[in-house]
């Protein structure tokens, strides 16, 4: 039988409930936490990674306490909703206080630091900025590779393109050389590795023993791809994709994009193809169902299929309804 969001929802509050049970000084700390497991920055012969796991550890309690919060708001428990936002509030809270110094420094001078503050909502504003920079200048040191784990590596893409980072998060997606994605594909990789070097160019393996060939973790950085690059999305605000956002984001030279995502109201599909400079973007929402179309910042339009777009947020943006549409634009220069 299938089950609805409901039915798991005591289950999600049991753990958050759990997590809040074990908190000491304002941290989550409960045994030991694996943390950015084999992140490149470990040290020799470790598989921990150099990110402390009291900030991993803290982040998510952070994360699951927001998502439950919005879980009871979308199923209508008032009670519960205030709550668990106040609990993520003081976990965010207690994350600054923490892993900030007073001159807005994070004091885990990681890429995974950085990705889990920014991604998760848990840089102080009046920091953002700074933790940004720092991000781009720990990239930058690494000669634009990651030396992320399993943590910190699924966000770096988002990390970077939700703070207008785009370029670097497509060059970071596109690498070629050790380590990257691009590198297992080019070693024949038909699935994510475990491993960056999980088989090296000479044929030989990271390991014959902690080694999968198929490992969730890096290739969790497809969830970027979907929601970012092709941009399908929901709408905040809204459960099992009765409402999507369609945003597409062209760029790292690719010339076109292609996704589609089945929900429990049918499928949502997107395609961008950039030729000559034109964008076109074709977009298909299913029967009883709503959307809207976001383009890009500075998209001057050329088709839009009847649609009538409004600027919000800085982006040409229509509401629509069931149907497949068809608009093009160029950007401003």
Request: glycine share 10%; charged share 15%.
């Amino acid at each position: 039988p299938t089950r609805r969001s409901s039915d798991l929802y005591p289950s999600m509050k049991r753990w958050v409930d759990f997590m809040r049970a074990n908190t000491k000084n304002g941290l989550f700390d409960f045994k030991m936490q694996l943390g950015d497991w084999v992140a490149l920055d470990a040290e020799p012969g470790s598989y921990f990674g150099a990110t402390p796991t009291a900030l991993t550890s803290q982040a998510y309690y952070a994360l699951s306490a927001q998502l439950l919060a919005l879980a009871a708001e979308v199923l209508g428990n008032r009670q519960d909703a205030e709550l668990y936002a106040g609990v993520h509030r003081q976990a965010a809270q207690d994350f600054a206080a923490n892993f900030f110094t007073l001159d807005g420094a994070m004091t885990a001078q990681t890429q995974t630091a950085h990705i889990l503050a920014l991604r998760f909502g848990l840089t102080p504003q009046k920091w953002k900025q700074k933790t940004i920079q720092r991000l781009l200048e720990l990239l930058e040191q690494q000669n634009g590779h990651l030396v992320t784990g399993f943590l910190g590596t699924p966000y770096f893409c988002a990390a970077l393109s939700q703070n207008g980072c785009w370029q670097q998060a497509y060059d970071l997606m596109l690498k070629k050389d050790y380590p990257g994605w691009l590198y297992q594909v080019l070693q024949g990789g038909t699935t994510v590795w475990e491993h960056w070097d999980g088989r090296r160019p000479d044929g030989t393996m990271w390991s014959a023993g902690m080694n999968s060939f198929n490992h969730y973790a890096y290739g969790a950085v497809g969830a970027w791809l979907y929601g970012e690059c092709a941009g399908i999305g929901q709408q905040p605000g809204t459960a099992g994709f009765c409402a999507a956002r369609l945003a597409p984001r062209p760029g790292g030279g690719l010339r076109w994009a292609q996704a589609w995502h089945q929900t429990p109201f049918g499928r949502y599909a997107l395609q961008w193809q950039v030729d000559d400079g034109k964008i076109t973007v074709t977009a298909a929402i299913p029967p009883n169902a709503a959307a809207k179309i976001c383009l890009e910042p500075g998209a001057k339009l050329l088709e839009t299929d009847g649609l009538t777009f409004a600027e919000q947020n800085g982006c040409p943006t229509a509401q629509v309804g069931s149907g497949q549409y068809q608009v093009s634009y160029t950007m401003e220069q």
